[in-house]
């Protein structure tokens, strides 16, 4: 796998390396310092990703919510950046959380593309797992047991969706196989 560079990200954000260089930096020091330093295999995906992001500041191509993305549209910028805050905040705060999400990353966009021409297939995601983490980030109250109750709902959605989503990725490139 080749390492992507601030080059790279320099030429996918349309910003000067040096400003790349910069933000990388800055988080990457910010997430090393909360999480008592760490492994760059591990991490290096989560803070570029956060640090392209800011430098777009959207979304960037690297750091989609595919599965949500092509459920909701592209329209739907709240809600994808409520996932989005809750997989950074919460799912990679643990580095099991942390390889789930790397997991999704590379899955995701496979499964995004089977979703979009199968509309049968893009609502029961939407509905059976988009939706209901939607509900829960924004109708849940963070404090306390209710914090407990979201992360809880939140993990349980996430799991099942990436098995989920996993079959299908498995299925539909079997069947595009054939």
Same mark, same amino acid.
């Given at each position: 796998?080749?390492?992507?560079?601030?080059?790279?990200?320099?030429?996918d954000t349309g910003v000067s390396k040096d400003d790349?260089?910069?933000? /990388?930096?800055?988080?990457?020091?910010?997430?090393?310092?909360?999480?008592?330093?760490?492994?760059?295999?591990?991490?290096?995906?989560? /803070?570029?990703?956060?640090?392209?992001?800011?430098?777009?500041?959207?979304?960037?191509?690297?750091?989609?919510?595919?599965?949500?993305?092509?459920?909701?549209?592209?329209?739907?910028?709240?809600?994808?950046?409520?996932?989005?805050? /809750?997989?950074?905040?919460?799912?990679?705060?643990?580095?099991?959380?942390?390889?789930?999400?790397?997991?999704?990353?590379?899955?995701?966009?496979?499964?995004?593309?089977?979703?979009?021409?199968?509309?049968?297939?893009?609502?029961?995601?939407?509905?059976?797992?988009?939706?209901?983490?939607?509900?829960?980030?924004?109708?849940?109250?963070?404090?306390?047991?209710?914090?407990?109750?979201?992360?809880?709902?939140? /993990?349980?959605?996430?799991?099942?969706?990436?098995?989920?989503?996993?079959?299908?990725?498995?299925?539909?490139?079997?069947?595009?196989?054939?």
């Amino acid at each position: 796998m080749t390492k992507y560079t601030e080059s790279d990200a320099a030429k996918d954000t349309g910003v000067s390396k040096d400003d790349v260089e910069e933000t /990388w930096h800055s988080i990457r020091d910010h997430d090393h310092a909360g999480r008592g330093g760490g492994d760059d295999d591990l991490y290096h995906t989560s /803070w570029r990703d956060r640090a392209d992001d800011e430098l777009q500041g959207g979304f960037s191509s690297g750091d989609f919510c595919y599965v949500a993305t092509a459920t909701l549209g592209t329209h739907a910028f709240s809600e994808l950046g409520l996932l989005k805050s /809750w997989r950074y905040a919460e799912l990679e705060s643990s580095r099991f959380g942390l390889r789930l999400s790397n997991y999704y990353r590379r899955t995701a966009p496979r499964v995004a593309k089977h979703l979009s021409n199968r509309p049968v297939l893009r609502a029961s995601f939407r509905t059976i797992f988009v939706k209901p983490a939607i509900w829960f980030l924004k109708n849940v109250p963070e404090r306390s047991l209710g914090r407990f109750v979201q992360n809880l709902a939140m /993990w349980t959605i996430f799991l099942a969706g990436l098995a989920y989503g996993t079959l299908v990725g498995k299925l539909f490139s079997a069947e595009d196989l054939r």
